[in-house]
T-cell receptor, first 116, second 114 residues
Framework: DVKVTQSSRYLVKRTGEKVFLECVQD?????MFWYRQDPGLGLRLIYF???????EKGDIPEGYSVSREKKERFSLILESASTNQTSMYLC???????????????FGPGTRLTVL | QQQVKQSPQSLIVQKGGISIINCAYE??????FPWYQQFPGKGPALLIA?????SEKKEGRFTISFNKSAKQFSLHIMDSQPGDSATYFC?????????????FGKGTHLIIQP
């Protein structure tokens, strides 16, 4: 089975801190994604990557950056956390073969981030 | 601009009844329409998906109906069970290039009452 793991289930940070959210997949997937999930807003795509060292902005990239140094690992970075970034963050991966793949996305369990 | 509109936001159905969730899309380039199911404390998981070359796809108690001319698709859960209680997301994507990832609806919180 595909496994997508996220480094923390719960995280509490202070305004202005730099925050790293880590995601690892174990199925040699090409594509990886970061979403945030907020009540009433569904899932919104922050960034995605279809290859090592490649990244593309999603719908809401402002205030975030990403890093993909290795195929299995995709990190989401909040350079200076703000209270409006309090949310559930979901990582996903898909087999993929390019940016427009429609392969099944496999999600991690999420990281609930609270910024005080 | 919300490209995939999902309704209702919440739904309560009696055990054994039919649950129906509707989605409408705007982008005619979308050609892949999955539904994801999310239980509390878990990430979403693919439930069933359809492409526009068919009008219906059935997997067990779950059926997607697709209306290309109306740009609408819906999820039907037959003989709904308490274990189906979850949040359901419709989504859409374009396999032909351009936008990437999935565009999700806002979700439907489904409760099946015993």
């Amino acid at each position: 089975d595909v496994k997508v793991t996220q480094s923390s289930r719960y995280l509490v940070k202070r305004t202005g801190e730099k925050v790293f959210l880590e995601c690892v997949q174990d199925m040699d997937h090409e594509n990886m994604f970061w979403y945030r999930q907020d009540p009433g807003l569904g899932l919104r795509l922050i960034y995605f990557s279809y290859d090592v060292k490649m990244k593309e902005k999603g719908d809401i990239p402002e205030g975030y950056s990403v890093s993909r140094e290795k195929k299995e690992r995709f990190s989401l970075i909040l350079e200076s956390a703000s209270t409006n970034q309090t949310s559930m963050y979901l990582c996903a991966s898909s087999l993929g073969s390019g940016p427009s793949s429609t392969d099944t996305q496999y999600f991690g369990p999420g990281t609930r981030l609270t910024v005080l | 601009q919300q490209q995939v509109k999902q309704s209702p936001q919440s739904l309560i159905v009696q055990k054994g009844g039919i649950s129906i969730i509707n989605c409408a899309y705007e982008n005619t380039a979308f050609d892949y329409f999955p539904w994801y199911q999310q239980f509390p404390g878990k990430g979403p998981a693919l439930l069933i998906a359809i492409r526009p070359d068919v009008s219906e796809k059935k997997e067990g108690r779950f059926t997607i109906s697709f209306n290309k001319s109306a740009k609408q698709f819906s999820l039907h859960i037959m003989d709904s069970q308490p274990g189906d209680s979850a949040t359901y997301f419709c989504a859409a994507s374009n396999s032909g290039g351009g936008a990437d990832g999935l565009t999700f609806g806002k979700g439907t919180h489904l409760i099946i009452q015993p």
